[in-house]
C-alpha cells in the first residue's frame, strides 16, 4: 500500500510563505486523488485541499482558498501545497494521503476516512 512522507513544515511569520511536498512511496501515486489535511492537537482533522490524478481538478476548503495551491508531479511522485498570505489559524499539522474514491474525482472528497497512506505529518507554525 503507497505510504506518504510530508516535508518542508517550519515557523514563519503571518504573511510568509511556505511549500510543503508529499513524496509517495511508489508509483501507484500517478493513478491516485491526493488530499492534504491538517489538525490541531485536540481538534479533528480537517481538509485543506484535493487533486485529482492527472491534476486537471483541484479542491480547496474556503479557508484556505485564494491562498494555498495545490499541484503535482507525477513523474517525481510527490504532491505540493504552496501556501501563500499565512495566518496564525493556519497553524497545525499538515498531512497527505491518497483517495480511496475514483481518481477522476476530488471535488466534495473531504472525509478523512476516504483517505489511507498518511505519512506522519510536518509541523506549520504561523507567528503573528
Known amino acids: 500500500q503507497v505510504q506518504m512522507v510530508e516535508s518542508g513544515g517550519g515557523l514563519v511569520q503571518a504573511g510568509s510563505s511556505l511549500r510543503l511536498s508529499c513524496a509517495a512511496s511508489d508509483r501507484t501515486f500517478s493513478s491516485l486523488a491526493m488530499g492534504w489535511f491538517r489538525q490541531v492537537s485536540g481538534k479533528e482533522r480537517e481538509f485543506v485541499a484535493g487533486?485529482?490524478?492527472?491534476?486537471?481538478?483541484?479542491f480547496y476548503a474556503d479557508s484556505v482558498k485564494g491562498r494555498f495551491t495545490v499541484s503535482r508531479d507525477n513523474a517525481k511522485n510527490t504532491m505540493y501545497l504552496r501556501m501563500d498570505s499565512l495566518k496564525p489559524e493556519d497553524t497545525a499539522v499538515y498531512y497527505c494521503a491518497a483517495s480511496s474514491r475514483h481518481p477522476i474525482i476530488i471535488a466534495g472528497i473531504t472525509r478523512p476516512q476516504d483517505f489511507y497512506g498518511w505519512g506522519q505529518g510536518t509541523q506549520v507554525t504561523v507567528s503573528s
Open positions: 487533486i485529482n490524478f492527472s491534476g486537471s481538478s483541484t
